[in-house]
């Protein structure tokens, strides 16, 4: 009677645990459906660095220019400027654009600011013309606005033969945005099925794969939610979407599968729900909150990376991994509760699979014996293996993203490839210098030694052009151009030409504009080239009272690069100091974390030289249909070496656990390893094919920042899975013998009898 009692305490501990996520989840919806306004951010910006300090000077005095700037591109395709047509057509326009409320317009300067200054907003086709517009909305503001805006445009002007496309940074990452979404959307579309299809392979069970999927999906919206609500705070990059989802489905996925199938194996074994469910938190369990625990903290070292773009994915990847923790020890334990033996309801039978299985057991079987007899041949094969194909990584390069990585039918990489073709490549995205007098202004400095600078920067391989105030003011006073700076003159100058000026001067002529425009993309070679000879020149300079910072977003790439460099070795010390202490305490061991940590790292390199052949050489790019732009987003590899160590300790959390089990029980090591890797592979091997499954899918959709880090992650979990877990490992700890469970001032422990 007092067993079914505590029987029925527990299904109502159940019942509330099951409510309780389903209240929280529906709350969480409420978020997840504004999550895509939350993260609008690309990063990427380092504070008190030359691009900030740019972007923070541009921001204030400046007439010509707002907190946001959009430049408004409109293309005639059936007339040319200097046709009446012409005008009437797309003066229109641009007013229609430049009077719209949303937009909070506060200066507009190019082709219909006047005569004077209207030649250089013209394209080279003379069927396009530019519009600078200054607003005053808030970066975090302008992203939704113009992405709004935009589909305005697209639909007014459908058939007219007109287009007009907004060319901006907040344009370009609300694209960002919507791509990630869609992407997501596709991704989910193409992981769903197959997921379902290998759980019901593994569980055999229509009830165990409800109890994963549904425990999958309220940990993902659990995760989503608590990521907005968190965004409302802090800057989240728009990547974190796709990573929590990615992340969420691959270990929550995961965490439920080891839980549910101990479960349906100690119901096979004769035991009681209540016993196997008993059994299954305390072994399964424990490892879950092991493996979770070590995701997290491990993750938790990124935040020495003072980047917003790599901060907030680690956020994200910490969150959703917590709660996938937290849901498989609570919710799924809960639904398994319940359903108690009708966890095996809805039974799929396989013709043939019970010798397959057997086969496939005996070839395992084998396999284990193979490696445990020869390890030092198992363990330079399969070193040797990933050692080569860690090779190519030594030549890894990594940049920030340019426009290229937006699809190019999107309406603002259309705009970028316009501006681009009828004006240059380097006005989408220049080299920007910003110049500012120590003491007064521009008009007691020389004038000589400013022209000089801007000359230097004009005979510089790759640049197209320079642009800065010189160029209306030496038009107005070519002896001494500065001298136009007066106010008497300034006073009697024609409107535009002050517009004009509003754009690279600010309003007391104590900052000054220099673009500088290259003829190749932001993130190409020839673009960082000369961006370093701009920087070389001006530590040359000798310009007297002057102070000078470099921003655009080259430099902005350059210097994340640099944060992340200069973090890296810290980020891997506390990486590796962490998952060092979380297995020494989970198996009190010194042999097991050092182990971990020398595959982990073999495995990584493997991954990286695998990423820089397909994405940088263009090895098999084109079957997959990935993007080669010639280097790896920069948060990928960073993302990604503390989601494989962490991912990989998974498996070997799982492995070597169960490998401990069977030496309690045998007393015998060589015979614990076998027996482990035999009782351990077809779960390790299903739950790696699951994750890649999901990776792979976000690896053929989405942005291709989203593809790299899905491709790196199935690679890096399907080398892991195979040659680390097992091969390398098994061969490892058979070479380190009885010492592998050596701990300072403690005996190996005593084998006992298992529950198992």
């Given at each position: 009677m007092e067993t079914s009692k505590q029987s029925v305490h527990r299904n109502w501990g159940a019942v509330v645990t099951l409510a309780v996520a389903f209240v929280l989840s529906g709350l969480s919806m409420l978020g997840v459906m504004q999550i895509e306004q939350t993260l609008k951010e690309g990063g990427?910006?380092?504070?008190?660095?030359?691009?900030?300090?740019?972007?923070?000077?541009?921001?204030?005095?400046?007439?010509?220019?707002?907190?946001?700037?959009?430049?408004?591109?409109?293309?005639?395709?059936?007339?040319?400027?200097?046709?009446p047509e012409f005008n009437e057509r797309v003066q229109p326009v641009i007013e229609r654009v430049t009077a719209d409320a949303a937009l909070e317009v506060t200066s507009t300067v190019g082709w219909l600011s006047g005569p004077a200054i209207a030649a250089n907003y013209i394209g080279e086709d003379s069927r396009t013309v530019l519009t600078i517009i200054g607003s005053d909305l808030l970066v975090t503001e302008a992203t939704t606005v113009l992405g709004d805006l935009q589909t305005q445009l697209d639909t007014e002007l459908e058939g007219s033969g007109l287009e007009a496309r907004l060319v901006s940074p907040d344009a370009f990452w609300g694209q960002i945005n919507a791509d990630s979404l869609s992407g997501l959307v596709m991704a989910e579309?193409?992981?769903?099925?197959?997921?379902?299809l290998v759980l019901l392979i593994l569980y055999r069970s229509v009830a165990a794969v409800g109890v994963s999927m549904l425990s999958t999906g309220i940990a993902i919206v659990l995760s989503l939610g608590t990521v907005n609500?968190?965004?409302?705070?802090?800057?989240?990059?728009?990547?974190?979407?796709?990573?929590?989802?990615?992340?969420?489905?691959?270990?929550?996925?995961?965490?439920?599968?080891?839980?549910?199938?101990?479960?349906?194996?100690?119901?096979?074994?004769?035991?009681?729900?209540?016993?196997?469910?008993?059994v299954t938190r305390r072994t399964s369990g424990?490892?879950?909150?092991?493996?979770?625990?070590?995701?997290?903290?491990?993750?938790?070292?990124?935040?020495?990376?003072?980047?917003?773009?790599?901060?907030?994915?680690?956020?994200?990847?910490?969150?959703?991994?917590?709660?996938s923790l937290l849901v498989s020890v609570t919710v799924a334990?809960?639904?398994?509760?319940?359903?108690?033996?009708?966890?095996?309801?809805?039974?799929?039978?396989?013709?043939?699979?019970?010798?397959?299985?057997?086969?496939?057991?005996?070839?395992?079987?084998?396999?284990?014996?193979?490696?445990?007899?020869?390890?030092?041949?198992?363990?330079?094969?399969?070193?040797?293996?990933?050692?080569?194909?860690?090779?190519?990584?030594?030549?890894?390069?990594?940049?920030?993203?340019?426009?290229?990585?937006?699809?190019?039918?999107?309406?603002?990489?259309?705009?970028?490839?316009?501006?681009?073709?009828?004006?240059?490549?380097?006005?989408?995205?220049?080299?920007?210098?910003?110049?500012?007098?120590d003491d007064g202004d521009f008009t007691d400095l020389d004038f000589e030694e400013v022209t000089s600078l801007i000359e230097e920067f004009e005979r510089i391989e790759h640049v197209d052009r320079v642009r800065s105030p010189l160029n209306v003011l030496t038009e107005v006073s070519p002896q001494d151009p500065f001298a136009a700076l007066g106010t008497p003159v300034m006073d009697a100058l024609p409107e535009e030409v002050t517009q004009q000026l509003g754009v690279f001067l600010s309003s007391d002529r104590t900052k000054m504009l220099v673009e500088v425009e290259v003829d190749d993309w932001a993130a190409s070679d020839a673009t960082r080239s000369t961006l370093e000879q701009v920087n070389d020149t001006l530590e040359r300079?000798?310009?007297?009272?002057?102070?000078?910072?470099?921003?655009?977003?080259?430099?902005?790439?350059?210097?994340?690069?640099?944060?992340?460099?200069?973090?890296?070795?810290?980020?891997?010390?506390?990486?590796?100091?962490?998952?060092?202490?979380?297995?020494?305490?989970?198996?009190?061991?010194?042999?097991?974390?050092?182990?971990?940590?020398?595959?982990?790292?073999?495995?990584?390199?493997?991954?990286?030289?695998?990423?820089?052949?397909?994405f940088q050489h263009g090895f098999l790019a084109d079957l997959l249909g990935f993007q080669v732009l010639g280097y790896v987003q920069n948060f990928v590899p960073v993302l990604l070496l503390a989601l494989l160590f962490s991912l990989a300790t998974d498996y070997q959390v799982f492995l070597i656990s169960r490998v401990r089990e069977e030496y309690l029980r045998t007393g015998d090591n060589t015979t614990a390893i076998a027996k482990g890797l035999t009782a351990t592979a077809p779960l390790i091997t299903g739950a790696a094919l699951l994750m890649v499954v999901v990776f792979g899918a976000f690896a053929f959709t989405g942005v291709v920042p989203i593809q790299q880090l899905g491709f790196g992650l199935a690679v890096g979990i399907a080398l892991d899975a195979t040659i680390v877990r097992m091969i390398v490992v098994p061969a490892a700890l058979r070479l380190t013998g009885r010492a592998t469970w050596w701990f300072p001032g403690t005996k190996p422990p005593t084998p006992q009898p298992s529950e198992a």
């Open positions: 990427w910006t380092v504070a008190g660095s030359g691009p900030a300090i740019v972007t923070e000077g541009l921001s204030e005095g400046f007439e010509g220019r707002g907190r946001t700037n959009v430049t408004l591109a409109v293309t005639d395709t059936r007339h040319e400027v200097g046709d579309l193409i992981a769903l099925p197959l997921i379902i609500l968190i965004g409302q705070f802090v800057e989240l990059s728009s990547f974190t979407l796709n990573a929590v989802t990615m992340l969420g489905l691959g270990v929550c996925v995961d965490y439920t599968l080891f839980v549910v199938r101990r479960y349906q194996r100690e119901l096979a074994a004769g035991r009681s729900p209540d016993e196997a469910l008993a424990h490892t879950v909150i092991a493996s979770g625990l070590t995701i997290a903290a491990a993750m938790a070292a990124l935040f020495l990376v003072d980047l917003a773009i790599i901060r907030s994915l680690a956020l994200g990847v910490i969150v959703v991994v917590l709660f334990p809960a639904m398994l509760q319940l359903l108690g033996r009708n966890v095996n309801w809805g039974r799929v039978r396989i013709p043939g699979r019970k010798a397959r299985v057997e086969a496939s057991e005996s070839a395992i079987s084998g396999s284990a014996r193979l490696v445990v007899n020869r390890p030092i041949a198992s363990l330079i094969f399969g070193a040797l293996g990933l050692g080569l194909l860690a090779i190519p990584a030594v030549q890894l390069t990594t940049f920030t993203p340019d426009a290229r990585i937006v699809n190019t039918e999107a309406p603002s990489r259309q705009g970028y490839d316009v501006v681009a073709e009828q004006f240059s490549i380097g006005s989408t995205a220049p080299i920007q210098v910003l110049l500012s007098t300079a000798d310009v007297s009272g002057i102070t000078w910072a470099v921003g655009g977003e080259t430099a902005q790439g350059v210097v994340s690069n640099a944060e992340i460099a200069n973090a890296l070795p810290w980020v891997v010390a506390l990486m590796l100091v962490v998952i060092f202490v979380l297995l020494l305490v989970t198996f009190r061991s010194i042999v097991i974390p050092l182990v971990a940590i020398g595959v982990n790292l073999l495995s990584v390199g493997a991954t990286y030289g695998l990423m820089v052949l397909v």
